[in-house]
Each structure stands twice: as structure tokens, then as C-alpha cells.
């Protein structure tokens, strides 16, 4: 298992911008299936955004264009840039690392992760 641990929450108006920062207490990030989540109180936790060992990424439909998910490898370091933000953004942010299944769209789709942070505070106010 990867300890992950998150930070860069906060709030924003809306339009405005925040990074979320997850590093992880290993070394070869490069190598791991790394995701960011998101949940609502009363709702399942949803696929914001994901991104695999070349880098190859996928997103929720209602980010795409406004979030960006990388990696620094040096820092072993999974960011989600968030631009543009709105209301509906207003959730805990979690990370999450290490797929068992074939595919990392598979963890993805699955929310099959087996490491995940502690959770980052994101409120967007209208």
C-alpha cells in the first residue's frame, strides 16, 4: 500500500483556480495508476480524473477542458489544476493510487484503487 497525502484545498469564487497536490511515499510514481475523485455528502464518489503509466489521460465530462490532471516524477507528485471552477465543483477531492485490475481505465471506471488520501476540502461560492 502507497500513503498518499493531499493538500491545496481551499475556497474560490466561482471562475477562479485551485491546485490539488497528492504525494505519494514511494518511489516509480511514474509506474502507478493514479486517479482524482471527488464526493458530495448523500452521493457516490465520482471519477474526476485519471492518468496512467505514459501519461495518457481521461477526465469527467464536465471538467474536461477546465481541470488538468499531471505527474511530476522528481516529486513524486500527482497534481488536478482546476480552472474555471463552478458551484457544482464544490466537493472532497481524494487521490487515489495503486490498480489491480488489467487497465487503469478499468480502476478508474471501478473506483478500484487500493491507496487513497485523506481527502481535500474544495468550496466554490456563486
Known amino acids: 500500500q502507497v500513503q498518499l497525502v493531499e493538500s491545496g484545498g481551499g475556497s474560490v469564487q466561482a471562475g477562479g483556480s485551485l491546485r490539488l497536490s497528492c504525494t505519494a511515499a514511494?518511489?516509480?510514481?511514474?509506474?502507478?495508476?493514479m486517479a482524482w475523485f471527488r464526493q458530495v455528502p448523500g452521493k457516490e464518489r465520482e471519477g474526476v480524473a485519471g492518468?496512467?503509466?505514459?501519461?495518457?489521460?481521461t477526465y469527467l465530462e464536465s471538467v474536461k477542458g477546465r481541470f488538468t490532471v499531471s505527474k511530476d516524477i522528481a516529486k513524486n507528485t500527482l497534481y488536478l489544476e482546476m480552472n474555471n471552477l463552478k458551484p457544482e465543483d464544490t466537493a472532497i477531492y481524494y487521490c487515489?493510487?495503486?490498480?489491480?485490475?488489467?487497465?487503469?481505465?478499468?480502476?478508474?471506471?471501478?473506483?478500484?484503487?487500493?491507496?487513497w488520501g485523506q481527502g481535500a476540502q474544495v468550496t466554490v461560492s456563486s
Open positions: 492518468i496512467n503509466s505514459r501519461g495518457s489521460t
Open positions: 487515489a493510487a495503486v490498480c489491480e485490475m488489467l487497465t487503469c481505465a478499468a480502476c478508474f471506471r471501478g473506483k478500484n484503487y487500493r491507496s
Open positions: 514511494v518511489y516509480g510514481v511514474s509506474s502507478l495508476c
